[in-house]
Nanobody, 114 residues
Framework: EVQLVESGGDMVQPGGSLRLSCAAS????????MNWYRQTPGKERELVAQ????????YYSDSVKGRFTISRDNAKNTLYLQMSSLKPDDTALYYC???????RGQGTQVTVSS
């Protein structure tokens, strides 16, 4: 079964840090570009970051550039999102997905609040 499972979401104070993980199974993880998205009720889904299959190329939305880092460990079939200098506007459900758009995880909630 093709599956993506996120973890690491939590409530954190502004200025704090979190690392999200996305465990992949059921497919050849190293063959796919991978994305992190975030979704807030009433807002459009936002592509936060993307990483190439081997990890050598990355993309970040302007809203997170310089604060978030996407990475992957193909040996462990795991995608990561290191988030720092978190702001209340970063509060959202974060989920990982294949760039092809056909597989996504259920998401992990990040709440930034004092």
């Amino acid at each position: 079964e093709v599956q993506l499972v996120e973890s690491g979401g939590d409530m954190v104070q502004p200025g704090g840090s979190l690392r999200l993980s996305c465990a992949a199974s059921g497919f050849t993880f190293s063959s796919y570009f991978m994305n992190w998205y975030r979704q807030t009720p009433g807002k459009e889904r936002e592509l936060v970051a993307q990483i190439s299959s081997a990890g050598g190329s990355t993309y970040y939305s302007d809203s997170v550039k310089g604060r978030f880092t996407i990475s992957r460990d193909n040996a462990k079939n795991t995608l990561y999102l290191q988030m720092s200098s978190l702001k209340p506007d970063d509060t959202a459900l974060y989920y990982c997905a294949r760039r092809t758009g056909d597989v996504r995880g259920q998401g992990t909630q990040v709440t930034v609040s004092s």
